[in-house]
């Protein structure tokens, strides 16, 4: 599946897979060797983060293009980041994880079908902007540790998704862009479940290896995160997902 450049076949392949699986045609055995990074298709053209060009106030519909371009690029990387997380580091758990982030992968792959959608309903798609690959970063910089991986995937950089996102359903709302607003309020809802097995998985892993969970998300992301967590956070999200403050706060700049 990581190996699937075009997005609408990335999306297909991803939902058969999470099928073959329920169905009990695929094994719980991980002897393949996971691939450096995933395939690409041409376009977006991937860009420093630094080189990304201003996406302006969400008033004009160009703007909004921009940001459902953005949301659905983040959203097509998460597929290859669920199942890269399954197959890299699915040996070391139980079945039940793997039940879950094949899970999350599949719904990512329904969120990103949802954006490519709206940008086509603005007369866009998919690759008509370019983009950046910050997420993918994050992963080849946890590839070693499955602790580092939760710890910065699910549980800062999705968690970061809960903070902001209220903030871009109201921007939608106010440019009257309603069908977005919902697709994206949506998506919200789903990625509490996505922060959520994050967190469960790394209190199991943590409670295993008999350390203290909190304290080593924090050793962690300052090991491995390169950005900064800053307020305003969604305490409220953040905490039905089972992220609680004791986590985070001390790391707050």
């Known amino acids: 599946m990581l190996l699937t450049a075009d997005p609408h076949g990335k999306r297909v392949l991803a939902r058969a897979v999470v099928r073959a699986w ?9 002897d393949v060797a996971m691939p450096d990074g995933p395939a690409r298709p041409a376009e977006p053209e991937l860009l420093p983060p630094n080189r990304m060009p201003k996406r302006g106030k969400m008033g004009s519909e160009r703007s909004r293009i921009a940001m459902l371009h953005a949301l659905a690029h983040i959203e097509f990387v998460a597929i290859d980041l669920a199942f890269d997380l399954v197959g890299r580091f699915g040996a070391e758990f139980p079945r039940a994880f793997v039940d879950d982030w094949l899970g999350v992968g599949a719904e990512e792959a329904m969120h990103f079908a949802l954006l490519d959608r709206r940008l086509r309903q603005h007369g866009s798609h998919y690759g008509a902007l370019p983009a950046h690959d910050g997420l993918w970063e994050a992963a080849e910089e946890t590839a070693h540790d ?10 800062v950089l999705e968690a ?71 307020p305003p956070f969604n305490d409220s999200a953040r905490r039905q997902a089972g992220l609680t403050r004791d986590y985070y706060m001390a790391l707050a700049y």
């Open 22 to 30: 329920r169905r009990g045609d695929l094994a719980h055995r991980f």
């Open 160 to 230: 970061r998704a809960l903070d902001i996102t209220p903030t871009t359903i109201e921007r939608f709302t106010a440019a009257r862009d309603v069908t977005s607003a919902q697709a994206l309020t949506r998506i919200m809802h789903d990625e509490i479940r996505h922060v959520a097995a994050g967190t469960s998985w790394f209190n199991w892993s943590a409670n295993r290896k008999g350390v203290n969970a909190p304290k080593h998300y924090q050793m962690l992301v300052n090991r491995h995160f390169r950005g900064a967590l800053k």
């Open 146 to 155: 499955a602790l580092a991986r939760l710890a910065v995937v699910p549980m």
